[in-house]
C-alpha cells in the first residue's frame, strides 16, 4: 500500500509495531515503535506522546536519506504505559 | 532477522508465525522504492492517512470481519469527523487502547490540531480505512491498494502518513 502511493510520486512514511513485517515488505520510510499491536500512537488521553509520533513519522519525510529507512522511536511500551497513567491521574485530579 | 531487531518487538516473530498458519499471506519484497521527493514544507503541505483500523463512520456498511479470507474494500473517512462519529469493525488487534480514545490507533483529533495549529499544513478532505485481515496478499497489492492509492492521489495529498494497525 505505502509502497504503491510512492511510486506514484507522493512521499510517504508509516508507523509499525511489527519491525519484522516492515523488514520484510521494505516501506520506503517507517518508524517503529516497541509497542502493543493496536496502539500504534502509544496510550490512551496522552496527547503529546500521540503528536509526538505524528511528528516524529512526519519528520522523516524530509530526514530520511535512503528508501527503507526506519527509525527506532526512542521510548519503551512500559514508559508509555508509565506516563499515561499520569496522564489519566492528573486528569481525575482535575476533574 | 536479528536477534538484536527480534528482542526489540514487543510480539515477535509475527511475519513468520501469520505465515506459518497462512503461506503465502504475508508479503516478501526484495527491492526498495525510490524516494519522493517533498516540494513544500510540512506547513504548506497537504496530508493524508490511510489505515488498516478497521475505523469507519457510524452507519456505514460495517467491514466483513468474519470472512475467512478478509475484506477486500476500504471506507473513505471526512478528515473532519469527530471520534463519536467513527466505530471500529476489526477483530485482528487488541483494542483496549482505542476503545477508551480512538487516537491510540486513528490520530483524527491530533492530526486535526496540527493543521489548526498550521504546524501541517491542511487535511486532505478524506482520510481511507480498510482491514488488515486480508490472506490474498497478491489480490490485495492488485486491487485494493491501487483503487485506495487512487482515491488518495485524487485529493492530491503532499504527503501521506500511514499505520498499519
Known sequence: ?95 | MEKSNEEKQLRPGLWATVNERYPGSMITKTDFIPLAKLIKPLAESRLSFVSTSGVQLRGTLPFDTAHPIGDYTFRAVPSNSKTSDLEIHQLKYPTAGAERDLNVIYPIERMQELAAEKIIGELAPNFYSFIGYNMDAERLERTLAETIADAVEAEKPDVVLLAPA
Open chain 1, 1 to 95: 500500500m505505502q509502497r504503491v502511493i510512492e511510486k506514484r510520486g507522493i512521499p510517504t512514511v508509516s508507523v509499525s509495531v511489527a519491525l519484522d513485517v516492515t523488514l520484510h515488505i521494505k516501506p520506503p520510510r517507517a518508524v517503529f515503535l516497541p509497542f502493543m499491536m493496536g496502539h500504534l500512537f502509544g496510550v490512551p488521553f496522552h496527547k503529546n506522546l500521540q503528536r509526538e509520533i505524528i511528528l516524529t513519522a512526519l519528520s522523516r519525510i524530509e530526514q530520511a536519506k535512503q528508501s527503507g529507512d526506519v527509525y527506532f522511536f526512542p521510548k519503551t511500551w512500559a514508559q508509555a504505559r508509565k506516563e499515561g497513567k499520569e496522564v489519566e491521574s492528573n486528569l481525575e485530579a482535575a476533574d
